[in-house]
Nanobody
Framework: QVQLVESGGGLVQAGGSLRLSCTASGIRFNMGTVGWYRQAPGSERKLVAQ???????DYGDSVKGRFTVSRDDVKNAFYLQMNSLKFEDTAVYFCNFWAGFGTYWGQGTQVTVSS
């Protein structure tokens, strides 16, 4: 049984930092692609950042230079370091894993940036 669990969301002032974590059972993150997505009210879910099995990274244009994605294969954990946060970053953030055998989502964690 595959389960992804997210943590680290919260309320942060603009300009501050936050670190999101995702851990998994039933899979190893280095078996596929892991990514962070976010969804603001009334908006579609969009890719924030991802890292492939081969450690190739990709970032959304709005977060380049501010956010960093990483994977820890020893801890089987996936992280999103968010710096210089803006009010526009406010959204529910989701952890996602995809491989040939399936795709899986975490429950989501709320990030709220106050202006």
């Amino acid at each position: 049984q595959v389960q992804l669990v997210e943590s680290g969301g919260g309320l942060v002032q603009a300009g501050g930092s936050l670190r999101l974590s995702c851990t998994a059972s039933g899979i190893r993150f280095n078996m596929g692609t892991v990514g962070w997505y976010r969804q603001a009210p009334g908006s579609e879910r969009k890719l924030v950042a991802q890292i492939t099995r081969k450690e190739i990274t990709d970032y959304g244009d709005s977060v380049k230079g501010r956010f960093t994605v990483s994977r820890d294969d020893v801890k089987n954990a996936f992280y999103l370091q968010m710096n210089s946060l803006k009010f526009e970053d406010t959204a529910v953030y989701f952890c996602n894993f995809w491989a040939g055998f399936g795709t899986y989502w975490g429950q989501g964690t709320q990030v709220t940036v106050s202006s």
